[in-house]
């Protein structure tokens, strides 16, 4: 589940995380209240305002502005709330911007100048543990940071038996170049950082860029939070922030009926009964020369009602031309998931206009094919992976 800025930054805060301050708004006339509030707690008069959304780039769009005064960040508000904010992560059709965060502006003058890190904690898949990534290039793409200078990243990796230690703290803020107060200060943030993402069990912290102020400070000025939706039954207070007008509409009304379900890009629709059967299919469809549209796990129920409510899911996807229906018959037998398939098909009429591919095998898999063949409906039944492969890839040429 992916959070908004705003959301992550409260987040953050309440692990003693030093974040930039800020408040989210709706309208302008909001907006202009927020940065009032701003001023009489922090003394500055220059904001930034920040669209909302969750896309990065969003500064590149036009979504993020610095208001050097009331009127100036009043106009600006009014014209990024209700934008389509076209990003390099958005939709082509980019992003409707409903809310803004006015945040206090903290790249003010001092005795030496700000500067700008990249931090980021997560799974670190090579080694099952967890990763402390940073550079001393903030502010940028992290993926052309890479790209062009690999030596100035880092990767600090956390054994789980101990968690963070004070030493891997401090050396993060050695190789980021620090020293003095902002060294001490960057320990700290470094600490209070890793226990909020273990604490809220997230899979992704990023915080591009963290800031050294002209002060010493160290704070969070941006933040991408991802929370592990397996985690949220331990949180029940993260729900209330997930923001379902940022979601992909299918997936939350999968999500809605019990349905494991991620859209994808293909041609080619998908409906299997386990995680790893699933991806074996999509690489299936891969080979075939057509590409996933979907991940679907039906889970061990396949019943009519079910069957439709995946295969209307699937539809919803105007690229579709083929679906594959791909199932093992372990804990739920094939004649039932056949059965199922025809009383949906039948159940749904014309709606279904692409070729439809089975393949069941498992309990009673001969008893399923042998429904699939005598329905009489435009069903395609399918034994080895093979002969799917190669009807999924008739249909989709």
Do not use: W
């Not at 056949?338 to 098909?345: H, M, S």
């Amino acid at each position: 589940m992916n959070l908004h800025e705003y959301q992550g930054k409260e987040l953050l805060a309440s692990f003693g995380v030093s974040v930039q301050r800020g408040i989210v708004a709706k309208t302008s006339t909001e907006a202009l209240a927020a940065a009032k509030e701003l001023t009489e707690s922090t003394g500055t008069s220059m904001h930034v305002v920040k669209a909302q959304i969750h896309a990065g780039g969003r500064g590149k769009g036009g979504g993020v502005k610095l208001a050097k005064s009331l009127a100036d960040l009043e106009k600006i508000s009014s014209e990024i709330i209700g934008m389509q904010l076209l990003t390099p992560q958005t939709p082509p059709e980019g992003k409707k911007v409903n809310q803004v965060l006015i945040a206090e502006d903290v790249y003010y003058p001092g005795e030496t100048e700000p500067k700008e890190f990249y931090i980021s904690v997560l799974l670190n898949r090579a080694t099952g543990r967890n990763m402390i990534m940073y550079s001393t290039e903030g502010g940028m793409d992290i993926e052309a940071v890479a790209e062009a200078t690999p030596h100035l990243i880092f990767t600090e990796d956390i054994d789980p038996s101990l968690g963070l230690q004070g030493f891997q703290a401090r050396k993060v803020a050695f190789n980021l170049g620090l020293s003095g107060v902002a060294f001490k200060e960057m320990t700290k943030f470094i600490s209070a950082l890793y226990k909020a993402y273990v604490g809220s069990d997230a899979s992704l912290f990023e915080i591009n860029p963290v800031l050294k102020t002209s002060d010493d400070k160290i704070i969070a000025v941006d933040a991408k939070v991802t929370l592990d939706d397996n985690s949220l039954f331990r949180h029940k207070e993260f729900e209330e922030m997930r923001d379902l007008s940022e979601e992909n509409p299918v997936e939350v009304e999968a999500r809605e009926v019990g349905l494991n379900y991620v859209d994808l890009d293909g041609n080619v629709g998908c409906m299997v009964n386990g995680a790893g059967l699933a991806m074996a299919t999509m690489d299936l469809i891969k080979q075939a020369g057509g590409d996933p549209a979907n991940f679907l796990d039906v889970g061990g129920t396949a019943d009519a009602a079910r069957v439709e409510t995946a295969f209307r899911l699937i539809l919803k996807d105007p690229k579709v031309k083929a679906i594959l229906v791909n199932i093992f018959g372990g804990i739920v037998r094939c004649d039932r998931v056949a059965q199922g398939i025809v009383d949906a098909y039948r159940n749904m009429g014309d709606s279904i206009k692409v070729p439809l591919i089975v393949r069941l095998q498992g309990t009673n898999s001969d008893i399923a094919k042998e429904l699939i063949d005598s329905s009489g409906l435009n069903v395609l039944s399918a034994t080895a992976f093979q002969e799917a492969a190669e009807k999924v890839q008739k249909a989709i040429l």
